[in-house]
């Protein structure tokens, strides 16, 4: 519970005579606009849609309107309401105005939706209902709240997740659908039941006297709505209003906007449709494609000038944004020039990929002096940061991840590598206890509670009193046998640590603890990414054993083998300490090059960047998979890509892989959708996916399977003069293979001598070969190095 904003006067206070200041000639406010800027600055009466392009100056354009208004207009600062997103666009918008036309600017509301809507609630508090003094709830008060209602009202937490529950209450509240009303339409039990919710949640916030964040914008429109007399007061005080980033508007602020202009105001509207890409926050496009039938005397100006982009970069993101049908025609055009092709790059794998992204930073810091500051990769979900982060260490590049946490610090992957350390050390306290009641087993604090003061009182572990929970003071019987079972899965997985490979245990731990079942049936969207985060914890997992395996082979090959300890659980966990404890870039920087930025497309909305990489541009990664069959998500997918493009001011990098792990196992992506959209002549490939063979597995090249099953593979990495040496040797034109079926093979049957390729380390002579089927391993000399190969695990060929 916090309360953010101070109590201001009861009624809003009227206009104040401002200080007389010189005002700047209409010539001076103008000055530096092209013309539809122009046109959109001065334009008077009837409502205005801005239609902005990326980097078409809509910022500029807004501030330099406010200006006008009152340098030109005449219009007072109190009669002013500029609506953004953020409290920092707020914050610099006012900045601006005042740098034009002086501290005046200061008089103008200029703050975010719901920022704007406590300034009312708080004045208007009587007719709204309300104490002057209410709390305002944000996310994690909301959740904990919904938690005590959802177990108040005994309803199963694994069929309705408290999160779930109250990402329904928000979307209902964005679509102004209150209790009674939500409650009288409910069908089914699913929907019964979380009308119960509802109404119970709203019910407790009442008795709280408190606000959630979606409750502050339902309440305004309801209180304009249900009082005319305060709606006129608005009206008439807001003669002019802005909006910023309107295509990201949901049906609740649509209905604020309009409520607050009613008949006489002057509207404004900022947007475009282009960069539409929060529907999974329930924004809805409509509004900003459908402006002129709400509005019918609306005046609609484009803004098709770029500032930021060269035309070629400017070409790609025309290209592809036109295969969408959902949009109003336009073509952004720069005088900046062609400037560069865009770079293309196919890689084998992901770590391929990363790998050469790195290289290429690096090249561009020696040879042109690009800095990492000047350098971001994008990518669609935070799971495929990992792999960045962990090249980009490896190469000694400063980076910072933006819009999300590290992958080692997000919620799911600490709480899975702590099911882990709990197997590993049940006298680990933390961890115990960070996944006792994780996911929810009927564990209370109470009971935990219990278990700590029997802890306390014999002096023994907190885990070692799990084993004793029958004889903690105070506690029931039903959280003694549900402790009981944690204890038992905790010991199940200690079993299988003994023998199974740590991907195997983490799996186990996921899907017998209930945690993965319970993330992939919650109905939150955002938990999709949790999925694809947890399976690229098992992908780490099982590149630690096959590492492993390999240092063990060699260490055996020197005559010690006991010098490198196998594959481990522990081990495993060393590992990933190791990796996050160097994942800290140092916040001095001496030289003022900064630090390269990795962060999900939808992060990237609203910035610019002088290299950008957009990585992934696989079909199922980006577009992402829960998109391909739906028209409206694809369009929206396509969106992402066009705010992706465009934030590239000089040079654009496009990426994908042809094999992805996910779960540990190789997925065969095709080549994004997107990229067949960019004309050809845009982008000079470095590497295609020509030099590409699938050698085994019963997906082709491009990633489709003709079975049913795919089994574990390995590859040929091409795009070398030995590999292509090798690919002529076989008779191979692997960019005309549409399938690998005729050349699918277990693990190969190697001999001494046998001529081998690898995927990393080229070609090389088989000097010995030890073991059979999965556990055959040979020792091969690389030319530089000598090394002892598990096969089943490695993409190497025999020629």
């Not at 209902?129 to 909301?142: R, V």
């Not at 949901?250 to 209905?255: D, G, V």
């Not at 982060?389 to 992957?413: A, C, D, N, S, T």
């Amino acid at each position: 519970m916090h309360a953010l904003f101070e109590v201001p006067q009861s009624r809003p206070p009227q206009p104040e005579a401002p200080a007389a200041q010189p005002r700047p000639p209409k010539r001076d406010l103008l000055d530096g606009l092209n013309g539809p800027q122009r046109d959109a600055v001065t334009h008077e009466g009837s409502p205005l849609l801005i239609v902005a392009g990326a980097g078409s100056g809509k910022t500029k354009v807004l501030t330099s309107r406010i200006a006008y208004l009152l340098g030109a207009r005449n219009v007072h600062p109190g009669e002013i309401i500029a609506i953004t997103f953020t409290n920092k666009a707020a914050g610099e918008m006012k900045e601006r105005v005042a740098r034009l036309v002086g501290n005046r600017a200061r008089l103008m509301w200029v703050s975010t939706f719901h920022s704007a809507c406590v300034r009312i609630l708080r004045a208007e508090h009587d007719h709204a209902g309300l104490k002057s003094t209410f709390s305002i709830y944000d996310a994690d008060d909301s959740r904990r709240l919904m938690q005590l209602v959802a177990r108040e009202l005994d309803l199963d937490p694994k069929r309705y997740p408290a999160r779930g529950l109250a990402t329904q209450v928000s979307n209902l509240k964005n679509e102004l659908v209150d209790p009674e009303t939500f409650a009288a339409t409910a069908k089914g039990p699913a929907e019964r039941a979380l009308a119960e919710a509802y109404t119970l949640y709203q019910q407790r916030l009442s008795e709280a006297h408190a606000l959630d964040f979606d409750d502050l914008i339902m309440r305004v429109v309801h209180l304009l709505q249900s009082h005319p007399e305060v709606a006129e007061t608005y009206r008439r005080r807001f003669r002019h209003v802005l909006v910023d980033e309107y295509q990201d508007t949901n049906q609740a602020q649509y209905m604020l906007v309009k409520e607050l202009v009613g008949d006489t105001g002057e509207l404004c509207v900022v947007g475009d449709a282009d960069q539409s890409i929060y529907a999974f926050r329930g924004a809805t496009i409509r509004n900003i494609l459908e402006f002129e039938r709400d509005f019918p005397n609306a005046h609609t100006i484009l803004l098709e000038q770029n500032y930021r982009s060269t035309q070629t970069i400017l070409n790609a993101a025309n290209a592809v944004i036109g295969r969408n049908t959902d949009r109003k025609p336009k073509r952004l055009w720069s005088d900046q020039g062609n400037g560069e092709q865009i770079v293309g790059y196919v890689a084998d794998t992901e770590h391929a990929e990363a790998d050469w992204v790195a290289r290429e930073i690096d090249r561009l810091s020696d040879a042109e002096g690009v800095r990492p500051a000047d350098v971001a990769v994008f990518y669609r979900t935070n799971a495929q940061s990992r792999v960045f982060e962990e090249m980009f260490i490896r190469f000694g590049l400063p980076y910072k991840v933006v819009g999300g946490v590290r992958f080692y610090e997000r919620k799911e992957v600490r709480d899975a590598l702590a099911y882990l350390r709990a197997v590993v050390n049940e006298d680990d306290t933390v961890s115990v206890r960070r996944v006792l009641n994780t996911p929810r087993r009927g564990i209370g604090d109470r009971a935990e509670a219990c278990i700590e003061a029997l802890a306390s009182r014999d002096r023994i572990s907190f885990g070692a009193a799990l084993r004793r929970a029958s004889e903690a003071p105070g506690i029931s019987t039903r959280a003694v046998n549900a402790i009981g079972e944690f204890v038992a899965l905790l010991d199940d997985l200690r079993t299988l640590a003994a023998s199974a490979m740590p991907e195997e245990v983490l799996e186990a731990a996921l899907e017998r603890s209930g945690y993965l079942s319970e993330i992939e049936e919650s109905t939150d969207p955002q938990e999709a990414g949790r999925v694809e985060n947890l399976q690229e914890l098992v992908s780490v997992a099982r590149e630690y054993t096959e590492r492993t395996e390999a240092n063990v082979a060699v260490a055996a090959e020197q005559g010690d083998a006991t010098a490198v300890p196998g594959p481990s659980v522990a081990g495993f966990l060393e590992q990933v300490s190791l990796v996050a404890d160097a994942d800290q870039v140092p916040t001095d920087d001496p030289d003022h090059t900064g630090v390269v930025t990795l962060m999900t497309l939808h992060t990237a909305k609203g910035l610019e960047f002088p290299v950008v990489f957009l990585t992934g541009l696989e079909d199922s990664v980006f577009p992402h998979q829960r998109a391909m069959s739906d028209r409206k998500e694809l369009e929206e997918e396509r969106r992402l890509a066009y705010v992706g493009i465009t934030r590239a001011r000089q040079r654009l990098y496009i990426s994908r892989a042809v094999t992805r792990s996910a779960w540990g196992q190789p997925a065969y992506n095709p080549a994004s959708r997107f990229l067949e959209e960019l004309p050809p002549e845009l982008v000079r490939w470095e590497r295609t996916d020509a030099a590409y063979t699938s050698w085994s597995g019963r997906a082709g090249v491009g990633g489709r399977s003709s079975g049913t099953t795919q089994t574990r593979t390995s590859s040929f990495v091409g795009g070398t003069p030995k590999a292509a040496q090798l690919a002529a040797k076989l008779g191979l034109d692997a960019s005309k293979l549409s399938t690998a079926s005729e050349l699918q093979r277990d693990v190969p049957s190697l001999s001494v001598g046998d001529r081998v390729n690898h995927q990393r380390y080229g070609l090389g002579r088989v000097l010995a070969v030890e073991g059979a089927g999965p556990r055959a391993q040979a020792q091969i000399d690389f030319g530089d190095q000598v090394m002892w190969i598990v096969l089943r695990h490695a993409a190497v060929e025999k020629i």
